[in-house]
């Protein structure tokens, strides 16, 4: 009944619903509750004999019964509230029927009518399951002194203080496995990056975009790199010098303080240091600013004390 877009199975018969995607859980229970109207005035229209029907004329008749069944309800609540109670009962219900001009005594017999068709309850979804992560602690439960139709508790995670933080790993194979997945990862990322903003090289001519290689880029000193020293090479130059430069001034400071403690000596030799050795201005001067004319300087080795 009704448009190819509406499908249900109603006790063996065909009953057409129309199906819209919703986003959120209240869009969720609407759009289900619209459907079992639906199926519902379906199944009316089939006990009445109709074998086909229009979309639009299948929603107007699900939205007169949405309307009527919300006026009921509704009206029910308020004679509930009226006598100093929070559900409705029957008498509410059949007070409200009567008000709206209904007959209630004809709802028995209509419920016993040999023609009616009996509709399939709809799907139970189960209860979404909390995560693990989140359960903390026990629910509480209302106290005698609060109603039970009351909102129950929110879950314990939502007030309690849990922690957010690990603890760091300090296995030493899952440290370095880690470690190299990282510097893989930057080799690899930098390499791409390299081939997307420089010149790059194929292996197929067919396919240039297939394999990339970075291009060579040629000095026009070649042998330049061999002559200039590593890194390491400058980092132990540098130790060796400031090595010997702590030492001069060791020794500086222990001639001045044996000057100071001659008073009677020469004015002359009291601006040398002892054993001739140069003050640090001179030395400054006999460096030799070219790394590759310097003097072979072998490093120090401190011993252990």
Excluded: W
Aim: glycine share 4%.
């Amino acid at each position: 009944i009704g448009d190819p877009s509406l499908l249900r199975s109603l006790n063996g018969n065909t009953v057409l619903i129309s199906g819209k995607a919703a986003t959120s859980p209240a869009e969720n229970y609407h759009l289900a509750r619209r459907r079992t109207l639906q199926v519902v005035v379906s199944a009316l229209l089939t006990e009445c004999g109709f074998e086909s029907a229009e979309k639009a004329a299948v929603e107007t008749l699900t939205e007169m019964m949405q309307s009527y069944i919300t006026e009921i309800g509704r009206c029910a609540k308020a004679y509930c509230e009226h006598t100093a109670r929070s559900v409705p009962t029957l008498a509410d219900t059949v007070v409200t029927l009567i008000e709206m001009g209904f007959n209630a005594d004809t709802l028995p017999v209509y419920a016993k009518r040999s023609q009616r068709m009996v509709i399939t309850a709809p799907p139970v979804t189960n209860a979404p399951v909390t995560p693990k992560a989140l359960s903390a602690g026990q629910k509480r439960t209302h106290p005698a002194y609060i109603p039970s139709h009351f909102p129950e508790f929110p879950d314990p995670h939502t007030y309690i203080k849990t922690p957010t933080f690990r603890e760091p790993v300090s296995d030493y194979q899952v440290v370095r496995e880690k470690a190299a997945s990282q510097k893989r990862d930057v080799e690899r990322a930098l390499t791409r990056f390299m081939a997307k903003t420089g010149e790059t090289q194929s292996l197929f001519k067919d396919d240039i975009t297939a394999f990339p290689l970075i291009a060579a880029q040629p000095s026009s000193i070649p042998y330049l790199s061999a002559l200039l020293p590593s890194e390491l090479e400058l980092q132990t130059l540098e130790e060796t010098d400031s090595s010997e430069q702590d030492d001069q001034t060791d020794s500086e400071n222990a001639a001045g303080n044996l000057i100071n403690d001659d008073p009677g000596g020469d004015k002359e030799n009291s601006m040398l240091p002892p054993s001739g050795v140069p003050s640090a201005k001179a030395s400054e001067e006999n460096v030799i600013d070219n790394p590759y004319l310097r003097p072979v300087k072998k490093p120090k080795v401190r011993r252990k004390k």
